[in-house]
């Protein structure tokens, strides 16, 4: 085991033995939960698409997205931002999420087990099969979607990256996506669930090739840092782009 991939397992809690056996196991059934996936997104593509139209929800930019596998990296200011990242990246993509988000809400449990969103949590030896999970994804050439601050946050900065996305990423050997949203935590709050009509802004970075960092003495940290220069400086120029009236309404990002 590399000495990077002993720094992923303390930093997660797990057992060693997890990374030396994660995505190296091919299910008979993951072909299928991959149709499955295909199918789900059909259905709720378009039910996100609408949503975006109902917003005032704009493109900025998008650069071509690879081909096959990659991470989807995502800030995170709202509860919107999984719809609007699907919407941006017009791909079928599997989420990952904090396993607490389920039983929160019924309707939203709903929604992450029809999407087949993978449930991690934050620690401990059940980290290993949501790993695994993920990783089979991306082995068998389907896209995953990260938001690596682990939470909703008000304020871009607020919380640190975690390596998650960048392990993933160097694991499976596949790009990193950036992708940045403004304007959601206005559109839906952290301190209120009444939905608003507010302007959403999104960015698609230049894809980040994983394997470049692999002769790296920290290939997971160097990776996970220049994730959050290339989102740093796509939401900072998503928030430029805002006019100021939209600043006296302080109803969050």
């Keep these: 085991m590399r000495c990077w991939e002993r720094g992923i397992c303390s930093s997660l809690s797990v057992p060693k033995a997890t990374y030396s056996s994660c995505g190296s196991s091919t299910k008979p059934g993951k072909e299928i939960r991959g149709l499955l996936a295909r199918t789900l997104?059909?259905?709720?593509?378009?039910?996100?698409?609408?949503?975006?139209?109902?917003?005032?929800?704009?493109?900025?930019?998008?650069?071509?997205?690879?081909?096959?596998?990659?991470?989807?990296?995502i800030n995170h200011f709202s509860l919107l931002d999984p719809p609007v990242a699907a919407v941006a990246l017009r791909r079928p993509v599997r989420f990952i999420a904090l396993d607490e988000i389920w039983?929160?809400?019924?309707?939203?449990?709903?929604v992450l087990n029809a999407s087949d969103t993978i449930p991690i949590p934050r620690s401990g030896p059940s980290v290993r099969p949501a790993l695994k999970s993920a990783l089979e994804h991306l082995e068998s050439g389907h896209p995953l979607a990260i938001f690596p601050e682990g939470r909703r946050v008000k304020a871009w900065g607020d919380a640190p990256l975690h390596?998650?996305?960048?392990?993933?990423?160097?694991?499976?050997?596949?790009p990193v996506v950036p992708v940045a949203i403004w304007?959601?935590?206005?559109?839906?709050?952290?301190?209120?669930?009444?939905?608003?009509r507010a302007a959403i802004r999104v960015m698609v970075g230049e894809a980040i090739h994983s394997p470049s960092y692999m002769d790296c003495q920290d290939p997971v940290g160097t990776l996970n840092e220049a994730i959050r220069q290339v989102l740093d400086r796509q939401i900072g120029?998503?928030?430029?782009?805002?006019?100021?009236?939209?600043?006296?309404?302080?109803?969050?990002?």
Excluded at 163 to 174: K, L, N, Y
Excluded at 237 to 253: I, Q, T
């Design 41 to 73: 997104w059909r259905v709720l593509w378009p039910a996100a698409r609408a949503l975006a139209v109902w917003f005032p929800y704009s493109l900025v930019s998008r650069s071509p997205l690879p081909k096959g596998a990659f991470v989807a990296v």
């Design 183 to 196: 304007g959601s935590g206005k559109a839906l709050s952290m301190d209120s669930m009444r939905i608003r």
């Design 237 to 253: 120029r998503l928030e430029a782009s805002f006019s100021p009236e939209y600043w006296e309404d302080k109803g969050g990002h």
């Design 103 to 110: 039983g929160v809400n019924p309707l939203l449990d709903l």
């Design 163 to 174: 390596p998650g996305a960048a392990w993933m990423a160097i694991q499976a050997r596949v």
